[in-house]
């Protein structure tokens, strides 16, 4: 299935950026927003991307068109001889579909390179960072699971070692344990982000957390 993505708006909420590049070039993390969302569609088995092109549509070109650090061009036939290959298996359609068309107008002109096919659809500018954290809680009771308590003598030293093997308990005054996680969506629209199980279910690929909660088997808790 294609990917149609809108990369052709002028992005004026932030035109310190735009004034010189279209919003979907704007980086994070050292990489452009529609890199960004590419490899996030491209992590399910989405690998082939149409880009409705507009305000300064032909950045994003030559983005792609230099992706590759070494090529060979036949100038004759206009085509690329060869190119040293990204570790994307990507195939990108470049199309232009005006400057001031609004959002219907350009994917209708998208219907050559989708034809009757059913797509998806996103925007160029919506990746987001996902950050928060979740606890457990005790199953029956839901009193949350804490760290044991660091005991100590009477001159204030610990005995507890600090390299003992930790489990979590719902008894105590412990520091209620609570793991942080980050991870990567975007915006599809009316306050929708579209992720993936590294967010949803964060405690399912958090290996420490498991092996904390072990032995009491607590019930997964998202706080923010």
Known sequence: ????????????????????????LVEIGGKPIIWHIMKLYSVYGFTEFCVALGYKGRHIKEFFLSYCSNVSIDLSEGRIIDAQRPSENWIIHLIETGQDTQTGG???RMKPVVGNETFMATYGDGVCLIYGSYTFVES???RPLRYPETQTNDSG?????????????PEGQGAIAEFPFAGTGFHVGDGFVLTNRHVTQPWEADERAQSLNSSVRGIPRCCR
């Open 1 to 24: 299935m294609k990917v149609v993505i809108l990369a052709g708006g002028l992005g004026s909420r932030i035109s310190e950026e735009t004034i010189v590049k279209p919003k979907p």
């Open 106 to 108: 350009r994917i209708k």
């Open 140 to 142: 029956g009771t839901g």
């Open 157 to 169: 030293a610990t005995v507890q070692n600090a390299n003992d093997e930790q489990a979590l308990t």
